[in-house]
């Protein structure tokens, strides 16, 4: 669904086209119906072309946005792995929960990894 600014400026176009043609053509038959049917397909050949100007302009303003987010993102997930990258355990040690050893994540991750 169309915004109401995409809607006024669907219009707009409309209008002109609509006002440019009827003018045109009134001035060169001098006659006002001949003026009315120029002005109506005035009228939608400039909002068609309206719209399909839109449709640039709203796709140029959601790349330039979407490439925005993008490096944004990019930094977010860099923080992301730095901050990761800090908070590795500085000792890794098994520890025991109730008489059971328990490995850290990452010896068992070496120990599959050597198995394959």
């Not at 640039?56 to 959601?62: A, I, N, S």
């Amino acid at each position: 669904m169309l915004r109401d600014d995409a809607k006024f400026f669907f219009c707009l176009t409309g209008f002109l086209g609509f006002v440019v043609f009827y003018l045109a053509a009134s001035i060169l038959f001098m006659d006002p119906v001949l003026g009315l049917l120029y002005g109506s397909c005035g009228c939608f050949a400039f909002s068609i072309l309206g719209r399909l100007l839109l449709r640039y302009v709203l796709r140029g303003v959601m790349l330039s946005t979407a490439g925005g987010s993008q490096t944004r993102n990019d930094k977010i997930s860099e923080q992301a792995t730095e901050s990761h990258s800090e908070n590795k355990p500085a000792v890794e040690s098994s520890s025991s929960v109730d008489g059971k050893s328990i490995k850290p994540l990452s010896s068992a991750l070496k120990q599959i990894q050597k198995q394959r």
